[in-house]
Structure formats: C-alpha cells, structure tokens
C-alpha cells in the first residue's frame, strides 16, 4: 500500500472500521503504525471521532418531529386536494375561452368581404322562371369554353372537381353592370356562378380553399383561385353541402390518381 | 421514513444549522415533499443522496438569519454550532461523515469531490473541530 492510499484510508476510518473486518483500512492503520507521526495523527483523528459519536449518540429526536413531519404530509395532500377546485376552474375556462375563439374563428369564415354580393347573385334567382338560361347540353368543364365563344368571357372555368357534371342551362348577367355566369346543373338542381373576384371585392382566406354557408334555404359553397370566383348552390343544408363537395373532390382525386387514398 | 433514517436525517441537519429547532424545521419543510418521490429510487441510497440535496439546497435558500444564535448549552448543540460555523464544503462534509448517511464515494460524489478531495476536506475539518474544542476548554 501506498502512502498516499494509505493517508486517504486513514481519513476516512470510521472508529472500529478495522475491526469490522475492512481489510483495506486495517492495512492503513498497520501501514500507519510504522510511522511514528501518522501513528500520532491517526490516534489524535479517532480521539475526536469517538468524542463527536459520543456527543451525536446523546442527541434524541425531538418528541413531535416525527408527528410535525407526518402532519407536513397530510397537508400536501390537502394542499393538492384544495387545489383541485381550482384547477377545474382554471381548465373550464381554458375550454371555454377555445370553445370561443373556435366559434369566432368559424363565424368570421362565414363571413367575408364580399358576401353581400354573392348573396345578391343567390337571390336573383327568385325572380328567374327559366327562360332566361340558355338550354345547353355539354359537361360543366365545357362551359368556360362556350362562354368564351358567345360572351367574350375569358378564364370563366368551372374548377375541375365539377367539370364532368352535366350543364343544362347557361346564362350571362350583369349584377352592378359587371359579368356574372350562371350555369345550371343537373344533378340536385344547382346552379353555379363564376365571376370575377376583384370586380365585386370578394376577399377569402384562406383562397383555394371553401367556405360554406347557409342562407335563407340555400346551402352555399364558395372558392377564390386567383382572381376567379366559383360559387355553387342548391336549396339544402349547409353539411350537405359539405359532404357534396368533399364526395367530388375526392371522385376527382380517384379519378386522377387511381389506386391511391385521398387525405 | 424508518425512526431510525429520521434520526439520521435530524443528525446531519443539526450538524448543518447547528441548532436543533432549526434542524427540525428544515427536516419538517423538507421530507414531506420528497415524500412522493420515494417509489422513484430503486436504491435507498439514491433516496437519502436526493433528500441530503434537497435539506442543503434549502438551508441554502432559506437559512434563518437566527440560525447560528445561542439556543442551549448542551453538549450536542454545542458541537452543532462547531460544525456549522465551518465553511462549505467543510461543514457538508463532516455532517455526512458522522451522520454516516452515505458511503464516502457517494459522500464525495454528492459534494462534487474527489475521494482524495473529500478526504482532505474531512481531515482539515478535523483540525478545526480540535481547535475549537481546545478554545472552548481553555475558555472554560
């Protein structure tokens, strides 16, 4: 053994470590009885170690800790039970307040600059008597094309999702002196309108995306791609009109990517 | 807790604050929360090391201004007193050694020593206790 193992061994004895069969420290202590100065130092350390175990073993617990510390515990618990309350609180409120912000959320989707317009086409129809639509016998997809031809209007599509339904009747009119097409559909009895979206300020976020709505019984969906505006309705509801568009967007996906799921 | 852990505890916080009401309030402020805990440590070993830091960390925090101040003049207190008014790591060190709570690697690992460290910091701890147990026997 080292003596510098030997002075870390020494340090560290416990009173009676050598005798409780620490070979490692009973080695340091022979090691230390070699060497009349470690031999002195050894004895004056395990003087004072016994001297504090001493002291230490007198010291009793004090009578009402061990009550204090189990009182202490039950408090926790208490604290934590006390606090339920409010947590429930603090989370009604949280659900609450999202409950709301998704209500204003959905409500401000519904309502877009621009509505009062779209509307206004929708009500046009009350004074129709189905004169006024050319019969027509072609794919919807195939109206962008005739309206071109016959009314000069350019980039009046129908998006491709509707492209194969089949148009019965067209028109153009002009709400504010300003071109709005009208196709009539059908299947469901619907009509569409295209127009421009700039020439009635319709403003839609997020665009390429649909917005729904219910007005009066008509159920409504409407889409921005650039600045051309689609809008179909049919007389429904607002979810029907949902689980419609949502069936023909995912036709068209089947159709132009056979074999895989839409998402 | 066993009585006999709870002992333990209350000698190495005694050593640390150097006054017994002292020690009992870091014990009682102390424990309860760590109570929970318990299940998490595989070793015991592990729980008191984690219970030791914690009883450091807040008489760290929040030691009392009066904590050091005359209480009894009974022997252990008197000790207490002798072993609190060593600085740091001193006073950690010889409150683990004679509470002999942890294995000196563990004692040394929680301090942040070395073993040859923690040895040295025991041993010139020890001097100062000897000095101060002569003081006080010269004064008296």
Known sequence: MNAKKAEILLRLARPGSEKSGDRATLKAVRWAEKDERSRRLFEEQRLLDRRILDILTTVTLPETLSARVADAKAMKRHEWRRAIPSLLAVLLALAVLGGLLVFYGMQRAKNFVGKDAALEMIQTTDEMNGLELEPVSMNAGGVGDWLFLNHNLEHYDVPPAFAGLKAVGCRVFKQHGLPVAQIAIDEKKMLFFVFRASDFHVQLNPPGRWTTFEHEDWAVAIRRDGDSCFMAAFRGREDEMKKWINRAEKKRFSVANPGRSAH | ?140
């Open chain 2, 1 to 140: 807790l066993q009585a006999e852990d709870l002992k333990a505890f209350y000698l190495f916080a005694l050593l640390l604050t150097g006054n017994g009401r002292e020690a009992s309030d870091l014990i009682v402020e102390t424990l309860p929360a760590l109570s929970s805990q318990l299940g998490q440590f595989r070793h015991g070993h592990h729980f008191r090391a984690r219970i030791i830091r914690a009883l450091r960390q807040r008489w760290k925090e929040h030691k009392s201004p009066s904590a050091n101040e005359f209480e009894s003049d009974q022997e252990p207190e008197r000790l207490a007193r002798f072993c609190a008014s060593l600085p740091e790591p001193e006073r950690s060190t010889v409150a683990l050694f004679y509470s002999n709570l942890l294995d000196h690697d563990d004692a040394a690992t929680l301090l942040g020593l070395s073993l040859q460290d923690y040895a040295a910091t025991l041993a010139s701890a020890r001097n100062k206790l000897t000095e101060l147990f002569a003081y006080e026997r010269k004064e008296s």
